[in-house]
């Protein structure tokens, strides 16, 4: 999973160099994100410009990094969802929960 981790302020910004976010990528992307949780990141924006197609499983891990963020009254927010992985972000309800930018 190639991932880059940039600071802007007090924000960690994670910048998902992959063009899909799949169950074969999502441990390690997964891992990276909650160990920055993990580790006292408590403003976290995950820039999806480049991911074209997410699958079922990614959408559930979003999900997860999103709990684990509340439960350490942080926030995990989403910026430039492509078109496709907007519709399934939508269509499964998690923009109900994840604020997108």
């Given amino acids: 999973m190639n991932l880059q981790v940039d600071s802007v302020g007090d924000v960690k910004v994670i910048r998902v160099q992959e063009e899909r976010l ?8 997964t891992d990276a994100v909650a160990q920055l949780i993990e580790g006292g990141t408590t403003k976290l924006l995950l820039d999806l410009r ?4 997410m699958d079922s499983a990614s959408i559930g891990g979003l ?3 999103y709990r684990r963020s509340a ?6 927010k989403l910026f430039g969802l ?3 992985v907007e519709r399934m972000v939508s269509l499964v309800g998690l923009h ?3 604020e997108i930018f």
Avoid: E, H, K, W
């Avoid at 799949?22 to 992307?29: D, E, G, M, R």
């Avoid at 439960?71 to 995990?76: H, N, Q, R, W």
């Fill in 82 to 84: 492509q078109d496709r």
């Fill in 96 to 98: 109900n929960l994840i």
């Fill in 50 to 53: 480049r991911v074209q197609y």
């Fill in 22 to 29: 799949v169950f074969q990528t999502l441990n390690p992307f």
């Fill in 71 to 76: 439960d350490v009254s942080g926030s995990l």
């Fill in 63 to 65: 999900a997860d990094l």
